[in-house]
């Protein structure tokens, strides 16, 4: 059978084993494993969306309020928008795929840093849009400027703010100075799943979405509560944007696109901000024992704004054999090679987890 | 900002106001509200689902095993196919968007029934296919193969079996035989939301996705878990083919396209069979009410193979009117006007919702 030739060039996303699966080979008890490899919440999620969950779940007959006017209506007071600049998607990846869908095509490209959120090529690939990157693997505005102006056909710019999976991330200054040199006609993404880590660390990192869409009408927001906010696993995030991008995101969306205890979930969650906060001080008082402990190994890293720190291999080292080694001790870490860089991507666990992992990864040093 | 062309025919589907929202306006008590409008299952869903989520309410923190290899297992023992036959997709639609995505494109066009699942039409839209449609409402099949052969550029045909909105269904047989002069580079999609239900008042209607894609390489079977499964809030359905259609449905999927709450209650679903086959009972038991009530009042119906009933109104009757005052008594149903037909579309209930819908809308006729 033939198939549309852009999937000649799209490999089918390999999605590892489950950890379970790869615990058993090892002989691994479940207790004795730590995943410090999704950037998920370690410490779960709120108990109230826990409550939530259960109080709900005798209604998973019912299709889901495709309104979504709840949860639409506690973001816009969160952010101080109207419900109608909010889409909601399974995951923020969804709306970054109707923005792709409603923006770029094969003619129109997609412009990113070299090495940043895997879901921009995935999703420009499957339409079969033209991704270009800049030079550099960390967000470099002058580089991206650069390939914008020379190409001339770019439909969508991503801007990760902070970036996954590097932890880098731009300031507001300088992202608004390089918007208002692009035309109005390129959508200009900024994806701020991993903000309120940024924002807490730094507060000139912080890119407040309703500023961002009342100046420039060009922008799309994207937030997520599957980091902070613990919801990995129901899939939701949202993009905040002005009425005519919103337009054009509502026409690619398909009905019912968020499952309804994904949106009682994320509605709870946003009830507990204490419980979020909590999670992001930990984060960061973690966060400097990994930088210690990184110096104290002569291990470079990247100064990260995000749940997660980048730790980058000198030659001697090979980031593949050390996540290999690390699995086998029961640690899950990301392996940075398949972008090009001989690292490792750590997710900030609990102090316990943090403890394990410098214990099991000194000998492999 | 300009968007991508084929944005200008599509329409933001309206996912119309909350339930909640419209009773409150009429002033109607919740307990007084009867909605046979989305073909959910009237008993909820089975007590092991209930229990699974509230088991796993405390995971959601973490991402979905992408593998999906739990499910995937017993669906394959259900059906007796491979695991890597199978694929998973937030609902059935889902899968429907990968295969137009994969089959369809602005030379490559989708062809259906006049009237039956919106889906089809809206996702070949979003990416600016054509869909060409039979005269009759209902399928079939004569008009669907000489559409086929008239254009000679179809890259997927949908057959709805049963089809919803209306509820007819065609024999396996002839379903067979019509596929057997398709060419094996045009996908032919059976969609079987409603097989379970078809299957269980006709044999003659059962198509085995086995035998379906064991016969023809250039099938893929449809199912979901929001209908007799009583999982429509958890978005979940599924497709089955074989290895190369497979192949291209993974290419455009999305990673953690299903949550890991769905995940776990559709295999506890599987596990309850009794409570599926409790609520196709009661389906067809009641629906006799219907065909009787239909018959006394003299209203004309489609013989309905599913878990719910069309009824089809005479020139002295507007749907649309009626199906407003019933909503004003509490009861809702689905208008089939935007369809083109003066009828409505009402989900078998539970024995005292069906004589609530019974009792408000005759003095309507």
Not at 168 to 173: F, M, N, P, S, W
Not at 207 to 226: A, R, W
Not at 342 to 352: A, H, L
């Amino acid at each position: 059978m033939r198939f549309n030739r852009q999937l000649e060039s799209i490999k089918v996303y390999e999605g590892g084993k489950p950890i379970e699966l790869v615990m058993r080979e090892y002989g691994i008890a479940p207790e004795d494993i730590v995943k410090l490899a999704s950037n998920e919440n370690p410490f779960g999620t709120s108990p109230k969306v826990v409550e939530a969950i259960k109080a709900n779940a005798d209604t998973v007959h019912m299709y889901p309020d495709d309104s979504m006017i709840e949860l639409k209506t506690a973001l816009g007071e969160k952010f101080d928008v109207d419900t109608s600049n909010i889409i909601l998607g399974a995951g923020s990846d969804q709306v970054i795929s109707f923005a792709i869908n409603a923006k770029a095509n094969k003619h129109k490209k997609v412009l990113t840093a070299r090495t940043t959120f895997a879901m921009y090529e995935i999703y420009a690939k499957q339409i079969g849009a033209t991704v270009i990157k800049t030079p550099s693997h960390q967000h470099n505005l002058d580089e991206i400027y650069s390939k914008y102006k020379k190409d001339g056909d770019v439909g969508i710019i991503f801007l990760c703010l902070p970036n996954n999976p590097l932890g880098e991330c731009l300031d507001k200054e300088d992202v608004f100075k390089f918007i208002s040199k692009i035309d109005e006609n390129t959508m200009v993404v900024v994806d701020g799943a991993y903000q309120d880590f940024a924002a807490a660390k730094d507060p000139k990192k912080k890119i407040d979405p309703k500023e961002l869409i009342e100046t420039f009408p060009n922008t799309l927001y994207l937030g997520t509560f599957s980091k902070s906010y613990g919801l990995g696993g129901m899939r939701i995030g949202y993009g905040i944007a002005n009425e005519e991008i919103m337009q054009a995101l509502y026409k690619m969306r398909p009905p019912f696109n968020v499952t309804s205890l994904s949106l009682k979930a994320a509605k709870a969650a946003l009830e507990d901000e204490a419980f979020v906060q909590m999670g992001i001080e930990n984060n960061f008082k973690e966060m400097k024992k990994y930088e210690e402990f990184a110096k104290k190994n002569k291990i470079d890293f990247i100064d990260s704004y995000t749940n997660f720190i980048t730790l980058l291999f000198d030659k001697t080292k090979n980031s593949s054999e050390i996540a290999q080694l690390l699995l086998k001790k029961g640690i899950i870490i990301r392996d940075l090679k398949s972008y090009g860089l001989n690292g490792i991507r750590v997710t900030i666990g609990k102090p316990e987890q943090n403890e394990r992992f410098f214990t099991e990864i000194e000998p492999l040093l």
